[in-house]
């Protein structure tokens, strides 16, 4: 069986265009759907594209803290590891969080 590894460059490279990818369809969301009359794709595209750009951005930005800030000398795929998984839980909570305030549940004494 044949594994192709992936560089730390290929990786980020991956990652920014997936972000702008992701910014883009978020854009075109926001443009040209009309939530008032397909309100169940509209909201659920922007959740989904805003998900994909906070996962992304919060992934490069926490790897470069672990590493450059922090210096932790774990293996380098192990902070990749752990900064996409925290990323997809914080992606998750602020979309979730989203989801609260369209729906007006999100108050400062809910919190």
Known sequence: MYHTIMTLKQYFTALTIGILLAFLSLIL??????????????????????FFIVVGIYA????????????????LFRQVKKTYRQ?????????????LQHAQLLRWWSM
């Open 87 to 99: 990323g997809c839980i914080f992606g998750f909570l602020v979309v979730f969080a989203l989801i």
């Open 60 to 75: 490069i930005i926490g790897f470069l803290w672990r590493v450059k800030i922090l210096k932790q000398t774990d293996v």
């Open 29 to 50: 969301v926001t443009v040209q759907i009309n939530p008032e009359t397909n309100f169940v794709w509209g909201p659920l595209l922007f959740y989904v594209s805003f």
